[in-house]
Structure formats: C-alpha cells, structure tokens
C-alpha cells in the first residue's frame, strides 16, 4: 500500500478502522479533537457508531458496554480528559474487557497547557484508578508508529482481555508524516464467547465488577495477575539505537526520544560511545532489554517531557538508581538538540 501524508490524530483514527474499530465514544479536548472529528466523519462510512458524549466519564463507560457486548472500541483524550475516565478505566480492568484509549498528552497538572508533555506516565503506567491492576501502555516516536501501535493495540487487547492505553503526546497528534495502513491480525486471536450478547444457547455471560467477599476478591486480583505475568512474558518491546558498543544510554521515549536520536549523532561524531534504549512499551517496562546491556553501560541518560516520573523504572531495570542522570523539560516545553549534547558531555565528561 502506497504511503500518504497525515496528521497524526487523523491517522489513528483510520488505523482504528482499518483494526476493525467500529465503536468510537469520546470527548473533544485540544491536542486530540482530530481523532473524533475524523471518525465522526469516517466511522459511518464502514457501518461503525460515533458518539460524542456529555462528558468524559459519560465516555468511558459507553466503552465499558461496547467492549462487554464484544465490540473493537476505542476513546480519546488529552491529560485532564483522561484523568475523568480513570475510574471507568478501572472498571473496564476488573471486568476484564479489551478496549483501546489514546492519550494525546499536554503539560500540567490540571487543566495546565495544550502544548505537548509526557507528565501523564505515572497516571498510565502505575494506574490511575484504585486497587490492583495494569493496562498495557504503548508508546509511539511517529506518526507510523503510532498507526501501528493502533492496531497491534486493538490484538493485544483482545488476546489477553486488557485495556491498551497508547500514550503519545500531543506533537505526535499534530504533526504530519507518511504513513502507510497494513493491518495483519496476530495468530492467537479468538472468537469472544465471553461477550454479552444475549441467552442465545440457554446459558447467559456476565459481565463481574463487584466481589463481596475478601476472599472471592484476592482470588480474583490473583487471577489478573496472571494473565499480567503473561503479558509482561511476551509484550516487552523497545528499540536499541547505536547500542553495540555504547558505554552510556539515553533512556527516552515518544517525542523526546528524536530529540535524543539527533543529539546522539553529534555526541557520536564527537567521539563519544553512546547510545539509546527507547521503551516502546512502557508497561510493561522493557526489563530484558535492560538486562542486555546492564554490564556494559556506565550511566543511563533519562530524557523525559516531565519532572522525572520514568526514572524510578529505569533505575529498577538496571539494578542502581545510582547509574541512573535525568534531565527533563515540562510544563508543554520539548527539550532542544542542543540541551540533550550538552547534558551528555557534562554526564560522560571525557569519555570517549
């Protein structure tokens, strides 16, 4: 398939339906309204529903009764609009229902700004909902990737039953890069005989949220767990960037993580030997390819759009929080090229 020019929230949207997304619930909030003005456009055209909802938490929980009833479902939002649908999100958790959310970040906290951030790690990555329980958390460099993510996402979800967060920010939403659509349904993938569609052979699904009883309930959190030890067995994904012979790591992702490529160019031609291992998932967090390089690397580089709410994991995957520098922007500002040479130069000094 021939690649075409789009903006990165109308590219989702159609990587959505090409996954076979019919069901969009969502709520407009800048950097995302691309994504449902697209599918309210598009989303007819294949036989699909968009709804815009009252509101944020009205949204999320209509994806609660599409993905009971078995459909591909997927809502949008930005930073605080997301923060409206975590409880929903927790719900959908519990229920163990596959569903797809985008998260197009901006700064904050709070209402903050529309420019583009990467402070709502902890809200995805550790939960933002109560009690005990993952979503697994995507995270896209480009408008490509972020198209396959989509896609790969709605499979994920559905093979273990898991709400899939994709979690961009909002630069990777508004830029416009070539993009091509090839949708490849993964081998695994099941008819959804758990779906509520009705006493049809005389025996009903339920869909559970409440467990009463203590012990009911930590048998029930244990059984999540272990579909949460498969996917951490098998969806651990990253990219190594000049990582063969590096002595230092930058540890980035998302947008961030371009800045850093480019920087590492001139850290390269200026004789020093570093690299990047950039987390594409980031739950669950990519510990084996941590484990490749831990022996050879003095000190890892964290990069972030926030005040640091990564370091704690790569400070875990690498054995020493004492390995572990961080240098961040927040607030909506992208750390410049130039920034990320220099923190370099000051960590590696005259190594080279």
Not at 206 to 226: R, T
Request: proline share 5%; hydrophobic share 40%; net charge negative.
């Amino acid at each position: 398939m021939a690649k075409v020019l789009m903006k990165g929230n109308e590219a989702v949207g159609k990587a959505a339906i090409e996954a076979g997304c019919r069901y969009f619930f969502g709520y407009p909030i800048t950097p995302q309204s691309e994504v449902p003005e697209y599918l309210s456009n598009e989303l007819p055209k294949v036989g699909g529903t968009f709804v815009q909802a009252e509101s944020e938490v009205a949204a999320i929980n209509m994806v609660y009764g599409a993905a009971a009833a078995g459909a591909r479902v997927l809502t949008s939002s930005s930073s605080p609009g997301l923060a409206l649908k975590q409880e929903g999100i927790g719900y959908i958790s519990n229920a163990s229902l596959p569903a797809v959310i985008i998260n197009m970040m901006r700064g904050g906290p709070g209402l903050g700004t529309i420019q583009p951030g990467q402070a709502d790690y902890n809200q995805s990555v550790k939960g933002g909902s109560n009690g005990d329980y993952h979503n697994v958390v995507l995270a896209p460099a480009s408008v490509q990737e972020a198209v396959d993510m989509i896609m790969e996402g709605f499979d994920i979800a559905d093979i273990y039953r898991i709400p899939v967060i994709i979690l961009a920010d909002g630069l990777i939403g508004q830029m416009m890069e070539p993009v091509e659509f090839n949708y490849v349904p993964r081998a695994g993938l099941k008819e959804k005989d758990w779906a509520l569609r009705g006493n049809r052979t005389g025996e009903r699904n339920v869909c559970k949220n409440l467990v009463i009883d203590p012990d009911d309930c930590e048998a029930w959190n244990h059984d999540h767990f272990k579909t949460y030890v498969e996917v951490e067995a098998n969806e651990q994904a990253w990219e190594e960037f000049m990582m063969d012979d590096a002595e230092y790591a930058f540890v980035s992702y998302g947008t961030a993580s371009r800045v850093v490529r480019t920087a590492i160019g001139y850290l390269r031609a200026a004789g020093y030997k570093v690299g990047m291992l950039r987390p594409k998932t980031l739950w669950p967090f990519p510990q084996k390819g941590f484990d490749k390089f831990n022996d050879q690397i003095k000190m890892y580089l964290d990069v972030e759009m926030s005040m640091g709410q990564m370091v704690p994991d790569v400070a875990y995957a690498c054995n020493d929080k004492n390995k572990v520098v961080f240098h961040g922007r927040t607030g909506g500002n992208v750390p410049s090229v130039d920034e990320i040479v220099e923190f370099g130069k000051e960590i590696m000094g005259g190594d080279k």
